[in-house]
DNA sequence: TCGACTTTGTGCAGGCGTTCACAAGCGGCT
DNA sequence: AGCCGCTTGTGAACGCCTGCACAAAGTCGA
């Protein structure tokens, strides 16, 4: 997670007590009940569900005892009511701005991702630190110089972070951030990054799940060699869908 | 993911019985093993190159023992061997042939991303279902149909796919990439995919990453307020860094 | 050659997460 | 009104993962 291994904090607030790797399915099953709403399904039971976000119907009663008793026995739960009730547990009632470092090849392609928008953010600016960018416009937003930075996290009330840099400047890159107010990155740079207590990074390694995926596949080409010559007979049963 | 809960399988092969946190976690190692030995180190401590992964030491040399003693007591690991032998693990000694799906906005800052061939995969073709995308030139392949998915996949031993289509397309691609021969999917379209046993899919959502740490920058914001009005005081010692 | 120091590899305990299985509770039917 | 069937919410068991602490094993210097 593979994620939730440190303890998880019991700060004083409602969703205190939610566990990371509950808190890491939320956001599916929010998009799960999305698509059931549109396909105008008004309750929807923990099994269904469950399907659609492709878990245990026991893990998801439990996922969702976290937040409360949102659901009726017998019957299920009330799609609206839990699109709200996860939107609210995981913060989504407000629109939070976020600021964009790094316009290259990937920086472009975040900068236009439509799913960011709709899911309740929104991209208070973007920043490179190449006098070259500055000025070009993507998405309809003109590219900022990073030392702009500090400005418009101030201004824009900007709390969230995007490093979509290369690896050697994502460090500097994060430092700017932190000191200028961020206190939650994402950082699509493969490296790790180094920051003070109190700020959140996550990390998205695009080359790191398709080694994991190697892995898998050299698994299979072995056991299918050693327990049969036949390419694609005995495959275990797996997913890993999970992360 | 979160990640490993369900049961490692022990299957034949050199590689059986690593744990999947373990496995996720080896990229991470390379990397911080490359960095080293570009910057001249013969050698490296556990306790450096865990500084150097952002993990526990204790737990570096629990994950490096499931490959084996390459060790020396009283002085480290070499650099040049571990490298070797977590590239084996991994199954990186061959380059894997990968195909792409989709070259929308995502996809085509995919194919640029020069991460995947630095790290052992070859993109073997780019695919789109829009005719109007056949024939453009990215990155230095030619766009195909993806009906030519079925020919491509068989003639250069594909058998891992990524899929950087909209959501609503995935789950065909994913179909047809099982049919034409492919066995593990990277999968960016923010769905969940239904696929055989012995396929194996691992999902990157990049809006999903944001809203987790929404969820923790409501946290930070709630306790703020109710413990002291000060916007930037007390905010709790915790990173997330792992995933 | 011997002793002191350093670092690996691992036994063990504790915590978190998942899953099973079932009691509690709600709606609908008779 | 009472019963039946369905679904939620959760207690409990089990397994994986983490981190501590230490013995084993190697190096370096005298």
Not at 10 to 24: N, Q, Y
Not at 175 to 195: H, K, M, W, Y
């Amino acid at each position: 997670m593979s994620s939730g291994n440190r303890p998880r904090i019991r700060a004083a607030g409602r969703t205190r007590g939610v566990p990371e790797a509950t808190v890491a399915r939320l956001p599916v099953y929010l998009r799960a009940l999305h698509a059931l709403a549109d396909a105008g399904h008004d309750t929807v039971s923990s099994e269904e569900l469950a399907v659609a976000a492709g878990v245990n119907s026991a893990k998801l009663r439990k996922d969702l005892s976290h937040l409360g008793s949102y659901g009726t026995r017998g019957v299920g739960y009330e799609v609206a009511l839990l699109v709200d009730q996860i939107s609210r547990a995981l913060g989504l009632t407000q629109r939070w701005a976020v600021v964009l470092v790094g316009v290259g090849n990937l920086g472009h392609a975040l900068a236009g991702y439509a799913g960011f928008a709709s899911r309740g953010f929104r991209i208070a600016a973007l920043f490179d630190a190449d006098a070259e960018r500055v000025g070009e416009r993507i998405a309809g937003q003109d590219v900022r110089h990073i030392d702009d930075l500090d400005r418009v996290v101030a201004e824009e009330q900007v709390s969230i972070g995007v490093i979509a840099t290369p690896a050697d400047a994502a460090q500097e890159v994060a430092d700017r951030l932190v000191e200028a107010g961020v206190t939650s990155i994402l950082n699509f740079a493969p490296c790790v990054l180094q920051v003070p207590d109190g700020v959140d990074v996550r990390k998205v390694d695009l080359a790191l799940e398709l080694q994991i995926l190697s892995f898998h596949e050299q698994r299979k080409a072995d056991s299918a060699g050693t327990v049969t010559p036949l390419p694609a007979s005995h495959v275990d049963a797996r997913e890993v869908v999970g992360q």
